[in-house]
């Protein structure tokens, strides 16, 4: 069975600081999309970046980005020039076809210091 | 982006009543929709898939009799929340998708507080 792994609890970033959030992965599929996703206070799930599992390019979306490292399973989140506004908890999500669902890691709660 | 609309985002009921929730796509149509709960300072926890004009899937663990899932139309389905006990009380999130979860689109989750 497909899993989703997040070693950090929590993370503590300074303002304009970069911070890297990790997760792994386990999956027997080849084809599979892997998520981001950020949740703040108001508990509204707001995707951060998507990363589909046959493009080996690391996706990125302004000040967030991603390295993906399929034989290594590891899928991990770069935030660049932390902003106040990024605090919030963070999860990481799979979705493979054989499944169709998304499989959510124990998220990462991100503090962001001024 | 898609706007997917989840009503109420709080209610209160006494236990043993039973309580509704609506999740709707404002501006597309979900063939397939997702309920979660989520504890606080937890991750989500899938209840049950549910797709246009057909029973919902419900996972593992998870009570159908209690938790009656409905996708009458590709823009709404609604949740509800039978007989509620205090143990039901949680943070409920639907999710909408055009396809698969590739796409998902989130609502904005219901508080439910049984008394």
């Known amino acids: 069975a497909q899993t989703v792994t997040q070693s950090q609890p929590e993370m503590s970033v300074q303002e304009a600081e970069t911070v890297t959030l990790s997760c792994t992965y386990d999956?027997?599929?080849?084809?599979?999309?892997l998520f981001w996703y950020k949740q703040p206070p108001s508990r509204q799930m707001i995707l951060v970046i998507r990363?589909?599992?046959?493009?080996?390019q690391n996706a990125t979306e302004n000040r967030f980005s991603v390295n993906f490292q399929k034989a290594a399973k590891s899928f991990s989140l770069k935030i660049s020039d932390s902003q106040l506004g990024d605090a919030a908890m963070y999860f990481c999500?799979?979705?493979?076809?054989?499944?169709?669902?998304?499989?959510f890691g124990t998220g990462t709660l991100l503090a962001v210091q001024p | 982006g898609a706007v997917v609309s989840q009503h109420p985002s709080r209610v209160i009921c006494k236990s043993g009543t039973s309580v509704k929730i609506e999740c709707r796509s404002l501006?597309?149509?979900?063939?397939?929709m997702f309920w979660y709960r989520q504890f606080p300072k937890q991750s989500l926890m899938l209840m049950a898939t549910?797709?246009?004009?057909?029973?919902?899937?419900?996972e593992q663990g998870v009570e159908k009799d209690k938790f009656l899932i409905n996708h009458a139309s590709l823009t709404l389905s609604t949740l509800t929340v039978t007989s509620a006990h205090p143990e039901d009380s949680s943070f409920y999130i639907c999710?909408?998708?055009?396809?698969?979860?590739?796409?998902?689109?989130f609502g904005q989750g219901t508080r439910l507080t049984v008394v």
């Open positions: 999710s909408a998708h055009t396809g698969g979860p590739t796409e998902a689109f």
């Open positions: 999956t027997s599929e080849s084809d599979y999309y």
């Open positions: 990363q589909e599992a046959y493009k080996q």
């Open positions: 999500a799979y979705y493979g076809g054989a499944t169709n669902k998304l499989i």
């Open positions: 501006d597309f149509q979900a063939t397939t």
């Open positions: 549910s797709n246009e004009g057909s029973k919902a899937t419900y």
